[in-house]
């Protein structure tokens, strides 16, 4: 078992992100998950990220406070514990429309070639 502590999580920069402070929870460390990471994301009002795509799926997962989560002009809003999964090569834009922080979890497998 790999234990890591919430004081220990460090912050990361995301690309094409705007509005949001990210902290990776499990990842890119001895000892941690082999092929996937967690972040923790907590998105100010208006924050969000893209339109883009990646070429891997992710999986958000909304613990607190409601995400826009727009694909193919098709807007859909997750609340608390609700999740959705993004295809590789979907593009998808997430945007925060309250007036409150959301705060999110993000599981993304390693891109190619990365170690933890």
Not at 42 to 53: E, K, R, T, W, Y
Not at 68 to 80: A, F, H, I, Q
Request: hydrophobic share 35%; charged share 20%; aromatic share 8%.
């Amino acid at each position: 078992m790999h234990v890591k502590r919430f004081a220990d999580a460090k912050p990361y920069e995301a690309p094409n992100h705007r509005g949001v402070v990210g902290l990776r929870l499990q990842g890119f460390e001895a000892g941690g998950p082999t092929n996937q990471w967690v972040g923790y994301s907590l998105f100010l009002p208006g924050g969000g990220a893209g339109p883009d795509s990646t070429p891997f799926e992710k999986v958000y997962v909304v613990l607190e406070g409601h995400m826009t989560v727009v694909v193919d002009g098709r807007e859909t809003v997750l609340g608390p514990m609700d999740s959705c999964t993004i295809a590789p090569g979907e593009v998808r834009e997430i945007v925060n429309r309250e007036n409150d922080i959301c705060k999110m979890l993000v599981v993304i497998p390693y891109p190619t070639g990365a170690k933890p």
